[in-house]
């Protein structure tokens, strides 16, 4: 009794934190440190309750997304694309519809895959080595140049400046600071949430100033909305089943972060629909679809190798495994993996907070695409306080509002010179890895020793193929800057 | 439901009551330190009598947080600098702000890291491969020594390392180990926590082979001495000596001790301001932590089972490895990290002789 009542209350508190803008999971998972001694007595009860407040907050991103055109977290900022324009045209409840109903039969097939077979992935993660983390970084940033930017020239430009903010801080190799400018702030690196505080959200609300008296097309038929989201999904089903392949295979991979699964997913949406009625970032209910299929499966997926070695495969996975150990759970033990009672607490847990948050989340679809017509002056300082306050999470220090006000003034300028926000989200996100590995590869490899294993030579003949195609090919890029 | 309602009431009141203490941690919510500072905190506030909470000031090698706490922090009697292995390192060739001779100690933990390779691994003829993160430089002191044997000093260590050794930088404790068990680095360095968690099963299915530790400061006597947590592994001297048929000794070793003191003996050390008037009250709280057999359970399963310093102790550990601080030791460090580990360092000698 004592499990589902937790399990609800993760529910709620996880939905209340997907709905605020920019802050995810690991948001909400950080505030419980305080309480720990609460699930001392019996740690599976912060099993429950932490599984449910992943599932949920998960779920609960969507709606900032799609209707305030604002990323409700780092993991989904592509539903923006074409969930924001679906939602201008009175379509946000059927947007919505799609994108609960994709990412929760996504987490559930990837739930019953990841809690039912565990051991399996065992081989599979210690066969991702060094090599094939190169060759999968070449793979994300082919993809996100040459098939999600309009523009790929300008692309390449906003990846670059993407690494180059990202190198800010510590240099890897050396241990020394480097392009900090002498500010001791810098030297740890600017954090994620300033950037998809500031790039990504805050032009979005400037925009909506801007077009703040342009008439919305008002909503209409919330249950025949909800119900077209349904039909959505199951029709275009194979784009919500790649989105949620390709959201898996970024979970379980260590150290790539789930930050850029839906915008992979998204530019694989898009390059397997080349000839579209209605183009891509306009409201194409099949880029929503494709983005949140990766959503949940990369959450559901990332706990394989959290759970088998105790190495995170998300950035909210950190959290997770540090409060379990409080709790006693030593994640990546043997003892851990014969704990017949964790994976009963884990996977019911999940299961039913998947079921009861889609209930919910349906539910709210109602008033939450309302949003869509409130006045501008009604939402935008509740909302930029809420990007004040994610933004300070870091030390809470006057730096982290400095950093946020530098970050808000890239992203205005970015937007103003067409300069792709997701490939220098990309860019950002991934460029500390590039550095690592890169270094690491020609420190215990030779050049060409990738094309003696087979993952590796696969994962750079898809990089090359996404180029080719991308310069040459490809005509539904969109237009998201 | 009755949980439920603690966990309502306690954020309710986390929120509404004013904070009195606070530990400063130099690190992200889920590092090692913040979730020894955050099993400890509870018990301390038990202990003290008044609320303890834990913040979090992170930045590049866990340097930022005591700089602030330093520069800014330490004027506020009820801010408390909860210090790592790293921080000690990093003071001993960073350019930091902090310097330990100017705080008040109020407790420490004097900890150990025992050294594990794969057992296809030949120490003879393979290439050493080792995974980098901060706080290694006494691991990779010393398996220099253990693969090179004796050397006349410390450029004939740099030219050997260089021959045998490669430390692959920019890994993270995790990526390393995970690395380590795919095979592509060859050693692991684990903490009592870690090792037991991670390489022990490793060592029961014959993929790695436990190979020595650093051992534990006797304040009694100032020698390192064996730990009780790793009694089945010999400590480096026992290792050395068993493999090179004599005792480790020489410049390059004299350097090794002075990073390994540093960075293991101040392992968790708890500062406060030099004239912090609630010093001695901090102190009690610790002991009367330390006497509760509920906490001790806690804070052993967390961090292993060490022994603390405690004030006029701690004063004593402190003074004991500061006078490890020596000329040639430090310069020999400082030309290992620099010239042997391509990493930036700076001298130091004001160090020397300070206690």
Known sequence: MDYAIWTLAGIVYGFVMGLVPVAGAATALIALFPFIDVFRADPYILVCFSTAIVVASTIGDSFASVVLNIPGASGSAATMVDGFPLAQQGQAGRALSAAITTSVVNGAIW??????????????????????????????FCSVVFVNSQYWFRGILALALGVFVGLIGQDPITGAARFTGGWDYLAAGVQLVPIMAGILAFPELVEAYRRRRVAVTPVTGNWAQIVQGMRDSWQHRWDGLRGGFVGAVIGIVPGIGGNIADWLAYGQTVAANPRESVPFGTGNIKGVIGAEGANNAQKATSYVPTILFGVPGAPFEVIILALFMMVGLELGTPSLLADTQFFAAIGLSYAAALVITFVLAMLFVRWAQRAINLPFAWYFWPVMAVLIWTSAQYTGYWEDYAVFAMCCVLGLAMREFKLSRAAFIIGFALSDQLEKIWYQYHMLYSTWDFATRPIAVTLCVLAITVTVWGLFFNRSRISYI | MKQLFAFITAAVLATAAQAQYRLIVPQAPGGGTSVWATVMAPHLSRALGEPVIVEHIPGASDIPGFNRFHNELQKDPKTIMVAHGGNAESFLTDRVDYNYGDYAPVAMVNLNIAVSRRADFDVEKDHIKFGSTSGRRPDVMAIVMMACG????????????????????????????????????????????????????????????????????????????????????????????????????????????????????????????????????????????????????EIIKDGGNYEWFVGNDMAQAYKTISQRVTEPALKNLYRFTVDGMGLEAVYKPELIGKK
């Open chain 2, 150 to 297: 004796p050397k006349p000093n410390t450029d004939a260590y740099i030219a050997c390392y260089k021959q045998r050794m490669t430390f692959v930088k920019g890994m993270k404790p995790t990526d390393a180990r995970l690395a380590a068990l795919r095979g592509e680095l060859n050693i692991t360095r684990e903490t009592f926590v870690s090792h037991k968690k991670f390489i022990e099963p490793e060592v029961a299915k014959g993929v790695f082979v436990d190979w020595f530790n650093h051992g534990v400061l006797d304040l009694k006597t100032g020698r390192i001495v064996q730990d009780a947590n790793f009694a089945h592994m010999p400590t480096f001297e026992q290792a050395y000596r068993a493999r090179w048929k004599q005792a480790p000794q020489g410049e390059f070793y004299d350097a090794y001790v002075l990073v390994k003191s540093y960075r293991d003996v101040l392992q968790k050390s708890l500062w406060v301001g030099k004239n912090n008037p609630n010093a001695d009250r901090l102190r009690d709280a610790v002991r009367k932590m330390l006497a509760d057999p509920e906490a001790r359970v």
């Open chain 1, 111 to 140: 739930g019953v895959l990841v809690f039912a077979f565990l051991p399996v992935y065992a081989t599979w993660v210690l066969n991702f080595g060094i090599p094939e983390m190169m060759m999968f970084l070449l793979l994300a």
